[in-house]
């Protein structure tokens, strides 16, 4: 998925200490993705530009897309960070420069490091189920790792753990209660999708060097006894050892979180640098057609960069 903002807000990013336990809703907003699909952007928020490495997070449907295009994102370029796609419902056809062709399906884990340089487009394919429904996450690479060759990745089998009265966790990315992702990861941190069956009440062990937020994909449910429904995060702070969910009906949720993230950076359109001079150059190079590489076989043109804002764009930190 890419940020297609025409013009993107300067979303900075980077570091201080641990908050411990809060219960802080933030509001997400309504973004238009292309021509068809209405997002719900939920990271960066008005409040905080980071939970952990994590630095963007769109949740989008459930939509029918019976009669329609669905999903079309045209070949666009990344750096500094990996791309998390997620499904519910439907499928996502991932393209990229390094040659990748890839249906991703509910429940299984396509997962793309930039490192320095990729590009890659997402449609829902010509012939498509009726439902999409999904997330797209972003993770920021840290200073070490931000030139890590660029890689995709796409796992079917990923662990589950069960809890006590019907919570069942699915580790997507990371570390959570023992299980951990056989997605390749660069700091510390978890991505959960958590299924809730109705009546469920129970404490789902976590890390408390991590900070964690939730968002609600459907149903109903109480997290730490706030009732969160889709559309806002719930900002968890760090400092603790478990985390009680309860579910009024069957309900999912994602849970994101990590070691606080230390590093400031610059987080503009699609790309996570540490300077306005890297962005600089990466707009650059894509709209010179340099370093990122070419998508094959997607049916359009690729995303042109937008302008960069007036004034040089600054590092900043996690929080607002
Ligand atoms: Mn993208």
Redesign the pocket.
């Known amino acids: 998925?890419?940020n297609l903002d025409l013009r993107p807000a300067p979303n900075r990013c980077g570091g201080n200490g641990r908050t411990g336990p809060v219960r802080d809703v933030q509001p997400g907003k309504q973004v238009p993705l292309g021509e068809s699909t209405l997002v719900r952007r939920l990271l960066p928020n008005l409040g905080r530009r980071m939970v952990g490495a994590w630095c963007f997070i769109d949740h989008y449907g459930p939509d029918d897309i019976t009669d329609e295009p669905g999903m079309q994102v045209p070949p666009?370029p990344?750096m500094g960070l990996q791309?998390v796609s997620w499904l519910h419902a439907g499928e996502v056809l991932h393209r990229d420069s390094l040659g990748s062709l890839q249906t991703v399906r509910p429940r299984e884990l396509g997962l793309m490091t930039s490192g320095r340089a990729i590009a890659?487009s997402e449609e829902s394919p010509r012939s498509h189920p009726a439902m999409l429904h999904g997330a797209q996450l972003w993770v920021a690479l840290p200073g070490e790792h931000r030139n890590a060759a660029p890689a995709f990745e796409h796992h079917t089998e990923l662990p589950v753990i069960t809890g006590g009265g019907g919570l069942c966790a699915t580790v997507i990315l990371g570390e959570l209660a023992g299980a951990a992702s056989p997605g390749t990861t660069y700091s510390p941190l978890v991505g959960a999708d958590l299924t809730l069956t109705d009546g469920t009440d129970t404490r789902l062990p976590v890390d408390p060097d991590f900070e964690y937020a939730a968002l609600t994909i459907s149903g109903e449910s109480e997290i730490d006894g706030v009732r969160l429904a889709p559309g806002s995060l719930l900002y968890l702070g760090s400092g603790r050892t478990e985390l009680p969910l309860r579910a009024r009906t069957d309900s999912g949720l994602m849970l994101l979180g990590g070691e606080p993230f230390e590093e400031r950076l610059v987080m503009w359109w699609?790309f996570v640098g540490r300077s306005h001079d890297d962005i600089a150059q990466a707009r650059e190079d894509w709209t010179a057609g340099t370093r990122f590489g070419e998508v094959h076989g997607y049916d359009g043109a690729p995303l042109p960069a937008p302008e960069l804002p007036p004034l040089p764009l600054k590092p900043r930190g996690r929080e607002r």
């Open positions: 998925m890419s666009h990344h791309t890659h699609n």
